[in-house]
Each structure stands twice: as C-alpha cells, then as structure tokens.
C-alpha cells in the first residue's frame, strides 16, 4: 500500500525559512516522479517543484530561486527547502507521487496518483 506522509510545517516569519519533508512507502518501483503542491484558503490546487526520472526539477515562478527540491530514493523521502518565505506562501502543502517515470508536465496534479495529507505552512507578515 503506498502511503505518502509528510512534516515539516509550522508558522514562521516573513523571510524565515522551513524544510519540508515527505516519506513515500510503499512503491515497488525504484524510480518515479514526485512533486509538491499548495493550496490556500478559497484557491485552487498549484504546483510548486517537481521532478521525474530525468532528475532536473521543474518550478513555478513563484518557487524559482527561494526553494529547492530534492529527492533522496535511498531514504524514500521527499524534500522542499524554502527560504525567504512570503505570507503568499501561506498554505497547505502536498506531496504526491506516481509510477509514471517521465511524467511530462511535472507541476499538473491531475499527472499524480498517490497524494499525502498535507502539512500546514502559515508566513506572518
């Protein structure tokens, strides 16, 4: 059974910085694509960073420069390093994952089966 479980929220200040944090169990593939994904109050799901078996990252605007996917198979675990967090950051934030090793359009969660709970990330201006 894939479980997909993430950590690593919390309220932090304008410009502060958190490493978000998502182990997937389960997958009885030794490669496939993984990305993050956000959510705000009264806003639809986006795409934050991806990856996929060709191992180069996808951002959106918004995450270029400031945060940093990361994917460690060893340890099955998911990573997304944000700094200078803005209030626009405030979110829920999801990890997901599917067998799919060359996903094409990484930031689209209509590609990904296999999502987490998510982890609640508050910016204070």
């Known amino acids: 059974q894939v479980q997909l479980i993430e950590s690593g929220g919390g309220a932090v200040e304008s410009g502060g910085s958190l490493r978000l944090s998502c182990v997937l169990s389960?997958?009885?593939?030794?490669?496939?694509?993984v990305a993050w994904f956000r959510q705000a109050p009264e806003k639809a799901r986006e795409g934050v960073a991806g990856?996929?078996?060709?191992?180069?990252?996808d951002y959106r605007y918004f995450a270029q420069g400031r945060f940093t996917i990361s994917h460690d198979a060893a340890k099955n675990t998911l990573y997304l390093q944000m700094n200078n967090l803005h209030p626009s950051d405030t979110a829920m934030y999801y990890c997901?994952?599917?067998?799919?090793?060359?996903?094409?359009?990484?930031?689209?969660?209509?590609?990904?089966?296999?999502w987490g709970q998510g982890t609640q990330v508050t910016v204070d201006s």
């Open positions: 389960g997958f009885t593939a030794d490669m496939y694509s």
């Open positions: 997901a994952a599917d067998y799919n090793r060359n996903i094409g359009v990484k930031l689209d969660p209509s590609r990904y089966k296999f």
């Open positions: 990856i996929d078996s060709d191992g180069s990252p």
